[in-house]
Structures are given as structure tokens and as C-alpha cells.
């Protein structure tokens, strides 16, 4: 089965400055990985998805590079502003259309 | 569109009790999906639907967890009996075949067993 793990539980970063998530993945999937993110007392909302055929995928201040030898999946945002302060959710194919798994989440807060 | 409805929003009940949780999705969408999220697991899928059908349900963790979607707009996640451990935040989520990585949540239920 796909596991999902976002090692780092929280990341500060001044406004300003580049924020990068991290994810790493078991499984190699032909599939779409998808970047969500979620406020407070808010579900998650999608935020940019990437083709496993492809290695970056850029929107706005958002790119997410893809290393499939690695099973890494990265999200940079730049520049940081503090209203991307949230928690951030990668999800990860598995077995079965349309079922994604999700990780942990990582809560970025961006300080003014 | 008024996006993805869930009710309650807060839930608190004692251990034992029959535990409900409504959903009330996207129309026109043809997927749902039933999420929990707890801080050590994150967001775990628990059940999806394709047209009104159970599609998966392996993460459905026990027998006391049981989920219907009796039409295109309303599902049911069904606790019985609740107990603690069950106490997480809820999310039901919704998306159109055709565009199914990008799925909608609603606000979820949070859910606290005594």
C-alpha cells in the first residue's frame, strides 16, 4: 500500500523568504500528486497537483518539483507571505482510480 | 454552489452512543469520499462512492463504522457504538470523474467521544 510522510510536523519562515515542504512517497504511481492546503476550522482545499510524467509544475508563487528515482515531492512557495501560513497536506496515488493517501501534514507559519 | 455541506459541524457524545455524521455534496459530482483526520494519522481516506456505490472501504477501521449514500446528494458516516479513540475531525469530500484529483472538502464534523 502507498504511505505518505511528511517528516517535518511544523516550518516558520520569514515573509519574504522561500518556503519548501517536503514529501516523500513508497509507491511509483502513473498519476497526478497533489498539494492541499488547510486553515483552521476550514477543510483542505486543492492547491496544485503534478503529473508523474512531469518534474515541475509552476502556479504563481507555487512550484512543486517532482524526483521520481527518490519518491520525493517537494513545494516551494516564493516569496512566503503570511497568509500561506496553514497546514499543507501532500497526497500520493494508490491503488485504485481516484483514491489518493494523504500525509500528515506540515504547518507552515510565515511570521511578518 | 454552496460547496460541500457536512453536519453537524461539532459532536459530542458519550461512549457508546450512535454517532452520525451527514454530508450533502457538490452536485453534479459523482465521487465522495469519507476523510478523518487526527493528528497522528493525518488525513486518512476511509470510503468512497462512484455513483452512489461503495467503491473502497478498506480504511473503514472497524465494523462499528459503516457508510451510505442512498442518493447523489446526501451520504451518511454512521458510528456504533462510539468510543474514544473515534474522536477526530471528520471531512467528506466530493469531485467529478473527469477532474478527479482536485476534490472538494467541506468544513467537517468534529467529533468528541467521552
Known amino acids: 500500500d502507498q504511505q505518505v510522510k511528511q517528516n517535518s510536523p511544523s516550518l516558520s519562515v520569514q515573509e519574504g523568504r522561500i518556503s519548501i515542504l517536503n514529501c516523500d512517497y513508497t509507491?511509483?504511481?502513473?498519476?497526478?500528486f497533489l498539494w492541499y492546503k488547510k486553515y483552521p476550522a476550514e477543510g483542505p482545499t486543492f492547491l496544485i497537483s503534478?503529473?508523474?510524467?512531469?518534474d515541475k509544475n509552476e502556479d504563481g508563487r507555487f512550484t512543486v518539483f517532482l524526483n521520481k528515482s527518490a519518491k520525493h515531492l517537494s513545494l516551494h512557495i516564493v516569496p512566503s507571505q503570511p497568509g500561506d501560513s496553514a497546514v499543507y497536506f501532500c497526497?500520493?496515488?494508490?491503488?485504485?482510480?481516484?483514491?489518493?493517501?494523504f500525509g500528515t501534514g506540515t504547518r507552515l507559519k510565515v511570521l511578518a | 454552489d454552496a460547496g460541500v455541506i457536512q453536519s453537524p459541524r461539532h459532536e459530542v457524545t458519550e461512549m457508546g452512543q450512535e454517532v452520525t455524521l451527514r454530508c450533502k455534496p457538490i452536485?453534479?459530482?459523482?465521487?465522495l469520499f469519507w476523510y478523518r483526520q487526527t493528528m497522528m494519522r493525518g488525513l486518512e481516506l476511509l470510503i468512497y462512492?462512484?455513483?452512489?456505490?461503495?467503491?473502497?472501504d478498506s480504511g473503514m477501521p472497524e465494523d462499528r463504522f459503516s457508510a451510505k449514500m442512498p442518493n447523489a446528494s446526501f451520504s451518511t458516516l454512521k458510528i456504533q457504538p462510539s468510543e474514544p479513540r473515534d474522536s477526530a475531525v471528520y471531512f467528506c469530500?466530493?469531485?467529478?470523474?473527469?477532474?478527479?484529483?482536485?476534490?472538494?472538502f467541506g468544513p467537517g464534523t468534529r467529533l468528541t467521544v467521552l
Open positions: 503534478i503529473s508523474s510524467i512531469k
Open positions: 469530500a466530493s469531485s467529478y470523474g473527469s477532474n478527479y484529483n482536485e476534490q472538494f
Open positions: 509507491n511509483s504511481m502513473f498519476d497526478y
Open positions: 497526497a500520493a496515488p494508490s491503488s485504485g482510480t481516484y483514491k489518493y493517501i
Open positions: 462512492f462512484n455513483n452512489n456505490v461503495p467503491i473502497d
Open positions: 452536485s453534479g459530482h459523482d465521487y
